[in-house]
């Protein structure tokens, strides 16, 4: 990192954020013109809003797009590590953790032994909140199970579902295949199905971090230093949900 490192952030990040924004146009694009005209407006005494909501609505009415942009960019840098970690702010976590990762010194170093430990520990976890997720979902749609008309919810969740799926054939089969052919002249889809263990993964367990030691994995497999895919897997794991 410390020869080519900005090279190969000033790449990754550019990468990841043109993904980005071809997956948020194209999937703005397909839900003005075509899946918002299929799903049926649900109206009632279902769609009214609490007290504590309307007040959270009216202090936020003042809050202007760059606003957020500036939250999100001074998100980056915590001013309490422990705090971050305990609320889950994913990306500050992030940062630190290059920074911390670019001040170790060695494999022998007693923080990296540590880090190792708490990543099995956590993956034990994961693991047991991954058997339990179906049954927190349920529970979660169920208040909306009780109160509205089943058939209004089964079509917009039928809509729903299918341009979601939509929406991601058309990025996993088109979009990406066009940029990975665009820069390495090879078949991308070829190479998608060698990489067929990390995706599977992926569609079963629905979580990116029980995916992240798979995927490193194949990345491997494939003959990408390991210096890239260190870099560029966990990274892509927290700000690339566009696949």
């Known amino acids: 990192m410390a020869r080519d490192g900005a090279k190969l952030a000033k790449w990754t990040v550019s990468y990841y954020v043109l993904t980005t924004l071809l997956a948020v146009v194209h999937s703005m694009i397909l839900v003005d ?3 918002r005209r299929l799903l049926v407006e649900v109206g009632g005494d279902s769609l009214a809003v609490d007290d504590s909501d309307a007040d959270t609505f009216e202090e936020r ?3 202007k797009p760059h606003d957020i942009v500036v939250q999100v960019f001074q998100s980056f840098i915590p001013s309490n590590i422990f705090q971050a970690l305990a609320q889950d702010q994913l990306l500050a976590v992030l940062v630190t953790a290059v920074i911390v990762g670019c001040l170790i010194k060695g494999p022998d170093s007693s923080i990296l032994r540590g880090v190792r430990e708490v990543e ?5 976890v994961i693991t047991f909140l991954i058997k339990l997720a179906p049954i927190g979902v349920f529970f979660l749609i169920l208040a909306n199970i009780m109160t509205l008309e089943l058939a209004d919810i089964g079509r917009n969740l039928g ?3 299918g341009g979601s799926i ?12 066009i940029l990975f052919f665009a820069f390495t002249r090879l078949n991308p889809y070829l190479y998608w199905m060698k990489g ?3 995706w599977i993964t992926a569609w079963g367990t629905a979580s990116s971090a029980a995916t992240l030691p798979v ?12 210096t890239i895919s260190k870099f560029t897997v966990p990274l892509g794991c927290l700000i690339n949900m566009d696949g």
């Open 33 to 35: 013109l075509v899946w």
């Open 166 to 177: 939509a929406g991601m054939a058309i990025h996993l089969f088109i979009m990406l295949p």
């Open 61 to 63: 009415a003042s809050v």
């Open 196 to 198: 067929s263990p990390a």
């Open 215 to 226: 995927t490193i994995r194949v990345v491997r497999s494939q003959g990408v230093p390991e």
């Open 120 to 124: 099995k520990m956590i993956t034990v």
């Open 159 to 161: 809509v729903l579902i």
